[in-house]
Each structure stands twice: as structure tokens, then as C-alpha cells.
């Protein structure tokens, strides 16, 4: 599997800081960011349209070259004829969020394939009862939503902003005019909604019969990686991997209180698993990891087999 070509590795702390890649990005939207456009404040502020639907959020004009930028950095867009990618790039707008606004509100048809372009945004949901899952942190270079912008159907779970985030919208309209015309594109996305059903059907597979240790150890391993949707080995390497998942975060993840989620990376701590400093976590031995991940149950055959590629890859590297 292709990694990205930046390695993203992120430290958190009350504000949860950027990376070095982010803040080289973050710094040419510096004179946007400080700019509230008039009446919109924060919270429950007048809402700015896209695609005729109401929405939060900021609409940042004038941004043509960072809609390209970041879309060039996109694996997914990689392959694509330069004419189709100047069609979404032309229809594309740049959005700003703040901290815990809804990118795409849970419940709610999708009406543009979102791809960030710095800060990160999780994929949750609160129910009336007050009940509040989430199911992964999503970052960088990566076309989200894509698989309710294929069927137009509700989604599940929203994106809510973790922190300020800038994000390039593609108008659903637009995208599937473009995918539909080139038999190529379509087989692509095909392929990538098939992929991210195997994603689904794992992730339903850890919540109805993993353990804990083993769910909190899955979601190490994913949430270390380049980005939650690309797994690779660069990143399982012989240094440690920090990331910006919080206890809390884990805990939304998990279902289960963030006192159980510091009993769980404490008992990984003394086994030489991870690494705890502060807020921060880090991956010690991902050999161990990995053991941690398969120890109680059986997993899915598609990551019983990755797992033992990383495993031989990990082994020959260290032998190297």
C-alpha cells in the first residue's frame, strides 16, 4: 500500500499544536484566519451557504492556490487526468472551521466530498440522550465523507472540528459529474468505497467482540499512522510514533470511561508497549503492539495478514 509523501507527527497539548507541515501550511492562511467575516461570530452564529444549503463555518475567497495544493497532495486524486482535476479544483471552495463545529452534522445528507487542509476533525455522534460516540480522528489529504457523497444517503456520524481547521469543499454535483464521465474514475471509486466498507466491517467487528486492551491497541496502531486511512509500515518503525489522540478521545472511541482508558495505557506502559509523557503518547515497541492486537480474540483475515507483513517487515529491519 502507498504511503503519503509527508510523514505528519503531531504533539498535543491544551491547544493541540501542529505539526511542522501544518504550520508551514497554516502560516499562508495566517491574514485569513485572523478575518471573522461580519456577523459571523462563534457557536450558534448566522450560518454561510455552499451549494445553496446553509451551513457553519467561513467562507475564505481568493484561495485558488491552496484549493490546488491541496488537492495535489490528495493519494486518492493522484492518478487522475489533469482535466478532471481542474474541473473540481475550479468548482472547489476553501472553508474555515472553528474549534467544535460541525463540518457535516451527524444525520445529514452530504453535500460536497471534504478534504482538509490543516487541523483535524473527528467522526462522531451525539445522541438526545446525551450519549456521544466517536469512531476515529480524521487529518490531512484525504477525500472524507466520500461514500455518502457516492449514495446520497444521511450519514451515521458528522465531522466535528478538533481544533481551527481549513478544509476544501468539492461540490457533490461536481465530483460525480466527473467520476461518471471516465470509466476509469468510476472503477476507482469503486474500489475505494469497497475499501472503506472493509474499514466499516472491521470497525463492527471490534466493538461486538474485542476486548478493550485489544480495541485500545487497534486504535494505536491506526491513529500512529501518516493518517487514520493509510497504513504503512514507514510509520511502524523501530522509533516511536507520537500522536495527538487524547484519553477522552479514546475513551468516545472505546465507550467506556476515560479512567479505563489510563488503566489500560498504564498497564501498556509497564509491559513496554507505549510511552506516556504528559499528554502525549507514544509507540515503544510496536512488535508488542501488535502482540496486544491479536492476544485475546481472532481478528478479520484482511488485518491478521497485514499485521503479519508489518511483523516480517519489522523483523527484517531490525535484523538490518
Given at each position: 500500500m502507498r504511503s503519503l509523501p509527508r510523514r505528519f507527527l503531531m504533539c498535543v497539548n491544551a491547544g493541540l499544536q501542529k505539526s511542522p507541515e501544518t504550520e508551514e501550511i497554516s502560516g499562508r492562511f495566517a491574514p485569513v484566519h485572523n478575518r471573522k467575516s461580519p456577523g459571523i461570530g462563534s457557536g450558534n452564529r448566522q450560518a454561510a451557504a455552499f451549494g445553496g444549503r446553509s451551513r457553519l463555518g467561513t467562507r475564505l475567497s481568493g484561495q485558488s492556490n491552496i484549493i490546488a495544493s491541496t488537492l495535489a497532495q490528495v493519494l486518492f486524486f493522484s492518478s487522475w487526468p489533469a482535466e478532471a482535476m481542474n474541473v473540481l479544483q475550479n468548482a472547489a471552495e476553501l472553508w474555515r472551521y472553528d474549534k467544535g463545529e460541525a463540518l457535516i452534522p451527524a444525520g445529514q445528507n452530504v453535500d460536497a466530498v471534504i478534504v482538509l487542509a490543516?487541523?483535524?476533525v473527528t467522526n462522531d455522534r451525539t445522541w438526545p440522550n446525551g450519549?456521544?460516540?466517536?469512531?476515529?480522528?480524521?487529518?490531512?489529504?484525504?477525500?472524507?465523507?466520500?461514500?455518502?457523497?457516492w449514495d446520497g444517503l444521511e450519514v451515521p456520524y458528522g465531522l466535528t472540528a478538533r481544533e481551527e481547521c481549513?478544509?476544501?469543499?468539492?461540490?457533490?454535483?461536481t465530483f460525480l459529474e466527473?467520476?461518471?464521465?471516465?470509466?476509469?474514475?468510476?472503477?476507482q471509486m469503486m474500489n475505494l468505497v469497497c475499501n472503506q466498507l472493509r474499514h466499516e466491517m472491521i470497525a463492527v467487528q471490534m466493538k461486538t467482540v474485542?476486548?478493550?486492551?485489544?480495541?485500545?491497541?487497534l486504535y494505536i496502531f491506526y491513529h500512529a499512522q501518516?493518517?487514520?486511512?493509510?497504513i504503512t509500515t514507514d510509520e511502524m518503525s523501530t522509533e516511536t510514533v507520537p500522536m495527538d489522540v487524547t484519553q477522552d478521545e479514546f475513551a468516545a472511541m472505546l465507550g467506556c470511561s476515560r479512567q479505563k482508558v489510563n488503566r489500560l495505557m498504564k498497564e501498556m506502559e509497564q509491559e513496554g508497549i507505549i510511552y506516556r509523557r504528559g499528554r502525549l503518547v507514544e509507540i515503544a515497541d510496536p512488535l508488542l503492539l501488535m502482540d496486544a492486537m491479536e492476544e485475546d480474540e481472532p481478528l478479520a483475515p484482511e488485518l491478521r495478514a497485514f499485521i503479519a507483513e508489518q511483523r516480517d517487515q519489522l523483523a527484517g529491519r531490525n535484523k538490518g
Open positions: 490543516t487541523g483535524s450519549k456521544h460516540m466517536m469512531t476515529a480522528v480524521l487529518r490531512t489529504h484525504w477525500p472524507l465523507k466520500i461514500h455518502a457523497v481549513v478544509a476544501v469543499l468539492i461540490p457533490r454535483s466527473v467520476v461518471n464521465k471516465d470509466s476509469n474514475l468510476l472503477i474485542f476486548s478493550l486492551r485489544c480495541q485500545l491497541a501518516t493518517s487514520f486511512h493509510t
